[in-house]
T-cell receptor, first 115, second 113 residues
């Protein structure tokens, strides 16, 4: 059973550019969450999608957006990149939001460096 | 809104000694509590969770955690530390009324040989 797949694994961008990250959840999982990991802030919740609908959103500016497709794959986009956006972006999937004790399964992450 | 705090950025323990990684939380209702571990250059892995029932929860790799409702704590413990336990540990909470899972800032555990 394939795990959560994130692409690309590493990328370097310059300020002002935009970036799109992709996440393919475990087969059968319909919920996808995104987190930003930085050394000083730990894991910060970006958003969660279920059945192509954003169910929850963290406290990030509108430059951060996402979407989910009918096959449960998800993308997140960051526009007008800033140096502070450099981070490891983690995607996690679970079976769905109806069972609150569901365990998140994480991908390996996409490491974004903004120069 | 729920929140979780890990008061220690780093914990150093000698191999073979017991270890504790601290976590406190704040929720408006009853919590679901989790511990995850991140080994170098790897994604986060689930260790254990508390839903209801026994306050002592056992998980992977010999770890356990104790839920204390009066102190709103969920400390991670292991009776005898291994060098291979060295990693970054995250505590997380989900408020039953809100499907977000919120993570702490993480505690780096160093097990000294």
């Amino acid at each position: 059973k394939a795990g959560v797949t994130q692409t690309p694994r590493y990328l370097i961008k310059t300020r002002g550019q935009q970036v799109t990250l992709s996440c393919s959840p475990i087969s059968g999982h319909r919920s996808v969450s995104w987190y930003q990991q930085t050394p000083g802030q730990g894991l910060q919740f970006l958003f969660e999608y279920f059945s192509e609908t954003q169910r929850n959103k963290g406290n990030f500016p509108g430059r951060f957006s996402g979407r989910q497709f009918s096959n449960s794959r998800s993308e997140m986009n960051v526009s007008t990149l800033e140096l502070g956006d450099s981070a490891l972006y983690l995607c996690a999937s679970n079976a769905g939001p109806l069972s609150g004790a569901n365990v998140l399964t994480f991908g390996a992450g996409s490491r974004l460096t903004v120069l | 809104a729920q929140s979780v705090a890990q008061p220690e950025d780093q914990v150093n323990v000698a191999e073979g000694n017991p270890l504790t990684v601290k976590c406190t939380y704040s929720v408006s209702g009853n919590p679901y509590l989790f511990w995850y571990v991140q080994y170098p250059n790897r994604g986060l892995q689930f260790l254990l969770k508390y839903i209801t029932g026994d306050n002592l929860v056992k998980g992977s790799y010999g770890f356990e955690a104790e839920f204390n409702k009066s102190q709103t704590s969920f400390h991670l413990k292991k009776p005898s530390a291994l060098v291979s336990d060295s990693a970054l540990y995250f505590c997380a909470v989900r408020d039953i009324g809100d499907d977000k899972i919120i993570f702490g800032k993480g505690t780096r555990l160093h097990i000294l040989p």
